[in-house]
């Protein structure tokens, strides 16, 4: 039995699994945006929380739709556009992030949309949560129940795709009044604000049991290689520029004030 499992193994496509702690969050976006774009290989970037908390938009993102902006320069937020879609989030050390970067010829039945990837990744992470808490892909987050614990993004290119997830295992209450109701929500959400719309991993299953179960659910798709943060930056140098980005705090002025105020002041 042990052969047959081995044989079966070595016939999956291989993955590089790179694992972080607190590792900065435009750090880490720039390495996923690198491989992304250079690499040829697949990818799992799992990083267990992050430094300091940390604004992170879609690349259409609007910060004066979707940020609390005097209380994010008062406070000191920073502001993070990253390369890919999807909706805004504010991550900390409570966060952990899960990135899954694919060819996608290795990833069999999975078409290259974003409705494709996210079902693909729904299953695989109710291999992660079997009977905890009624885990499912509702619209494109994952819940339990009505109240979601991990938001989702996209990026698509010819032959590759990344889906990246932020799963909150633990966040500042307080943290959550930096981000207004985004005009388009969920509809499961029914205007609920964030503390009653999203809800805590840790109230389930604790961040080791998380990460094991993760990579548990990854070796049913692809045989697992680690890697680790040098050998990244030494089989990938060279000249690339980043779309990810930090705001800075003229643009975020910029944002707050309104665009008559805007025609004002320009005359």
Request: proline residues 5%; glycine residues 8%; charged residues 25%.
């Amino acid at each position: 039995m042990g052969i047959v499992l081995e044989a079966r193994k070595v016939g999956l496509p291989l993955m590089n699994v790179v694992r972080f702690k607190g590792k900065p969050i435009l750090e880490q976006l720039f390495v996923e945006e690198k491989l992304l774009r250079t690499s040829s290989d697949n990818w799992c970037i799992v990083n267990d929380g992050t430094n300091a908390p940390a604004i992170v938009m879609g690349m259409s993102g609007k910060p004066s739709e979707l940020l609390e902006l005097e209380s994010v320069l008062r406070d000191e937020v920073p502001v993070i556009r990253r390369f890919t879609g999807g909706g805004t989030v504010i991550v900390d050390q409570g966060t952990i992030f899960v990135t899954l970067i694919c060819n996608k010829d290795d990833v069999p039945g999975v078409q290259p949309y974003p409705r494709s990837i996210m079902s693909w990744s729904g299953l695989l992470y109710s291999q992660v949560f079997p009977g905890i808490g009624d885990f499912q892909l509702h619209e494109n987050d994952y819940v339990f129940g009505d109240r979601k614990f991990g938001g989702n993004a996209q990026s698509i290119t010819k032959n590759r795709w990344i889906h990246h997830t932020s799963f909150l295992w633990d966040y500042e209450d307080r943290n959550m009044a930096y981000l207004k109701l985004p005009a388009r929500a969920p509809e499961y959400r029914m205007e609920r604000d964030h503390n009653e719309f999203i809800c805590r991993m840790k109230e389930y299953l604790s961040r080791s049991v998380f990460i094991e179960k993760t990579t548990k659910a990854l070796e049913t798709h692809f045989s697992l290689q680690p890697m680790n943060l040098e050998t990244i930056g030494t089989a990938h140098e060279g000249r690339f520029v980043h779309t990810t980005s930090l705001l800075t705090k003229q643009e975020l002025k910029d944002a707050l004030v309104s665009p008559l105020e805007s025609i004002a002041q320009n005359g």
